[in-house]
Every structure is written in C-alpha cells, then in structure tokens.
C-alpha cells in the first residue's frame, strides 16, 4: 500500500510525499502537485514501485502523454466501417479489460505490459478464443498509435497467446436429422430447422428473408442481409458476414415446400407475434429438447448445435460427390480455402482416386 503526505514548506507552498515499502525499507516521492502525487501512488499499487518509477520516466521524457484509455476511446470513436455492434463490444472492452492498465501513460505500454495483461486474463479462465480477440483490438489500436507517432513500436507484436481448442462439428445422418426433426413439435420452428438442413444457410441469414427473396419458379433464394447484434441484446439487419456470403443458392424440393407455405408474411420465420425467430428462442423452444433423442439412456450420444445443421448440409454435399469449389459458393465462404480447411477432412473421394491413380502406376 502506498499513501500521501502533504506538507506546507515554508514560503507557503505545498508538496505532496507519497510513500510506500519495498524490500522492508520505506521509500518515497515528493510531488509538487496532487495530481501527479495520486497518479503515482495509483500506478505504485497497480502496478509495483519499480513499474511505477519507470512510468515517471516515461512521463518526464514525452511530458505526460495520453493513458491508454484515453487513446483506446479515441481509436473506436474514429474507426469507420465497423457496425455498431462491433463499436459496442470495443467500448465494453475498454470498461471491463484495461482496468489495470488503462490508466497508465500510452508511451509507457512495452512488451511486459501487454504479457502481464494477458496472463491476467488467463487467470480469469477467458477462453483462448477470446484472449485472442481482445488483444488482436489491443494490437490493432497500438499499430494504429504507431502510424501516428504516439509510439515507436507496437509492444503487441509476437506476442504468444493461449491456443483455441476448437469446438468439434457434429455431422447427422439422415436418420438422425430425421429424429431430431421429428422431435420439434411447433410446426414453424420444425420448417426452419428442415430449411437450415436442406440450405446450409447460417442461422442469421435464414431468418431474415422474406418472401420476395424466394424465387418459386426458378427454386433460389437470394441472401443479401442477415440479422446482427447491435449490443444491448438488440439486432438489426445489416449484410452478411463476407463479401461472397451475398449470393443466390438453388433450393432442393423440400425447401420451396417451406417457402410455400411461409409466403403471407414480412418475414419467412416468425414467432407467433409475427417477429422473426431468434436463435435463443429456437433453441429454447425446439432444438434444447429435440437433440436429446440422440442421446442413450445415459446421456452418451451427439449433442449438435443449431450452426451444426450448417455443418450437415456441408457433409451432405461432399458426400454425394459435389466439387468442394461448389460447396464453398453454395456455403457463402470468402474463399475455397475456408472450405477445404472446415471440411477438407471428411472429403475421401479426391484422396481415394488419388491413391487408385497411383496404384494404376504401379500396376
């Protein structure tokens, strides 16, 4: 614990002592004003002696420059072409994540600033996914402060972060999509997941069609928007999620059945207040219950998402020989890449011909 002493000299003037202990010894440091004073003995708990004298050295070199804080705050409200959820997830990242170190000078942020706010967030138990996407805003920030002579580096660069252990895909067969369906007993939220099946479409974008984005005679449905978080547990529609996410798909047979049906309303998928269905409420009121018939009497067996109904359609497809190239145009990935990487795996066909050619070789 540090604390303050202030004392009247004898001009009349005041000064401002903080004081603290290291190593069993009291240290301390004069200050001619409050501020400064406070500053000091905030960064001596936050951050220890050592940390906190540097820090005054930093100041002294560049004349107090901005916090972190300051320069994060700053850095989203001038970022452009991000939708307001992403703005909103920026801003709670600054109230929530840089408490510790947000109050510390810009200038003074280096290489062991950043590695000690990682570890504290791995103390947290925060995913590694998420460890990820905090610092990779924090790197995008510092980068953005080295381009404007703020720092001379980015302290965020190399840094070695906790590995993601991705969730594994849950890939149904027939007969288990048939279950599970069967299962649903609201006659809507059974056509949806029949639809998200049999489309491979993300769960954003199924909900946010309409009608008039369904061409019955040529069976396709058109995908140009999809539903977003705007923060605050509220949406909007806005694109989807890539470039090539914008696309027109064919429908197989089942799903201009749906679309049929579904055609006297703003959207295709509505609850009964008429307002489109929302991820949460499918899974409360359907999918929760329905994917537990795969389950055996002692709760072994597939527990599939809703995004794995995406999944399925995928496995389908390459599993009745569609080219990947295909899939990926149908799916809305960015690139082929994508494809290869997510599905690459249960692709046999390419690697059995591959491995009949070179038996014919050998002969």
């Known amino acids: 614990m540090a604390s303050i002493q202030a004392r009247t000299l004898t001009d009349g003037s005041t000064t401002y002592r903080v004081l603290w202990r290291h190593q069993g010894r009291q240290r301390s440091l004069t200050f001619t004003d409050p501020a400064s004073a406070e500053a000091f003995r905030g960064d001596v708990e936050h ?12 100041i002294d070199a560049r004349d107090r420059d901005v916090t972190l804080t ?4 700053a850095h989203v409200a001038s970022l452009t072409g991000i939708r307001s959820g992403t703005r909103y997830r920026y801003e709670r990242f600054i109230a929530n994540d840089f408490t510790d170190i947000g109050t510390m000078p810009l200038a003074a942020i280096t290489e062991t600033t950043v590695g000690r ?8 138990k925060l995913s590694g996914k998420t460890i990820q996407i905090k610092h990779a805003f924090l790197s995008g920030a510092l980068k953005a402060a080295v381009r404007a002579g703020k720092i001379d580096r980015n302290p965020c660069e190399n840094r070695r972060l906790p590995r993601t252990v991705p969730q594994e895909m849950v890939f149904l067969t027939r007969d288990e999509f048939a279950a599970v369906h069967t299962a649903i007993n609201q ?5 949806l997941a029949l639809w998200l099946v049999s489309t491979g479409m993300r769960f954003g974008e199924a909900t946010a069609l309409t009608p008039g984005d369904v061409d019955l005679d040529a069976a396709t449905a058109r995908i140009t928007k999809a539903w977003k978080h705007t923060g605050a547990y509220n949406r909007e529609l806005g ?19 749906i679309a049929t049906r579904h055609d006297d309303g703003e959207f295709l ?12 409420s499918f899974y409360n009121y359907a999918w929760r219950d329905a994917r537990k018939v795969l389950l055996d009497a002692h709760g072994h067996g597939k527990r599939p998402r809703v995004h794995d109904l995406r999944h399925t359609c ?4 390459i599993g009745a020989g569609i080219p990947l190239v295909v899939v990926s145009r149908h799916l809305g990935h960015e690139d082929i890449t994508t494809t290869a990487n997510t599905y690459g795996h249960i692709d046999r066909t ?11 070789i050998l002969g």
């Open 269 to 280: 998928f509505t609850n009964h207040a008429g307002n489109p269905v929302t991820t949460q």
């Open 187 to 191: 006659p809507m939220l059974a056509d």
């Open 314 to 317: 995928a496995s389908w497809m």
């Open 239 to 257: 694109p989807p999620k890539s470039r090539r996410s914008v696309r027109t798909i064919n429908l197989p047979a089942q799903a201009l059945e």
């Open 350 to 360: 390419s690697g059995a011909e591959a491995a009949a050619a070179i038996g014919k």
């Open 117 to 124: 706010w990682v570890a504290g967030m791995e103390e947290r």
């Open 47 to 58: 951050h220890g002696p050592d940390e906190a004298l540097r820090i005054i050295d930093v």
């Open 70 to 73: 300051e320069w994060l705050t």
